[in-house]
């Protein structure tokens, strides 16, 4: 199977959902490594008790290659083949990015390349769109302009709040999030792709 890593930040409910499909019985994958770098995140105890076999926090450091690499080795230590990241709020370094092309994953909340950013869904609801969604895309560089994997539409009906809006992306991803990495990670397998 796919071994899979999950950066996370907070609660990680895309983690969570990850970690679920994984032991569905037609999964490619296995969550492996859970890495967070923020030591409060409540994913972190979640992790555990979902019993991912390796659970850590690596908090930044002032220098962001040095704080890469840290994380950088904790995956090949455990023959990563696919990071997924999972509400993790950190800009990764063209190093780190390049070590791991097109092995590193993200969900976002918007249709991409609209709404880019940390607020992609207060800004998507105060610009008055009718439309928005969410996106799996690869990691590239420059934040959340890597190629789209996979995205759903979803419409905003009037009088939408946020926390609703929230939600609905929410559920959306975690559907097109699992899907996509078991895709991807049957994909890795079958072609053997080279580490
Ligand atoms: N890194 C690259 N390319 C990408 N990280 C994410 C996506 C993505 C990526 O496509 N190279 C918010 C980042 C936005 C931010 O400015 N973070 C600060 C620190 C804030 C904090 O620690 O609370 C920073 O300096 O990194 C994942 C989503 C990134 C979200």
Known sequence: KCRVAVLISSIGSNMRALIEASREFDSHFEVMVVISNEPAASGL???????????????????RVHGDMRMHKILEAHAIDLICCSGFMRI?????????????????????????????????????????????????????????????????PPGTTLERLREMIQAEEHVIYTHAVNELARKMMEHDFPR
């Not at 791991?100 to 950013?117: E, Q, S, Y």
């Not at 869904?121 to 420059?142: N, S, W």
Request: net charge negative; charged share 25%.
């Open 92 to 156: 990764l370094s063209k190093e780190f990015v390049s070590h791991w092309h097109h092995r590193i994953v993200n969900v976002h909340p918007a249709l991409l390349p609209a709404f880019k950013g940390s607020h992609a869904i207060r800004d998507a609801l105060e610009a008055g769109v009718h439309m928005t969604g969410c996106t799996v895309h690869y990691i590239e560089e420059e934040v959340d302009a890597g190629e789209i994997i996979e995205q759903t539409r979803i419409e905003i």
């Open 45 to 63: 105890e979640a992790a555990r008790e979902a019993g991912v076999p390796f659970v850590c926090c690596i908090p930044h450091t002032e220098d």
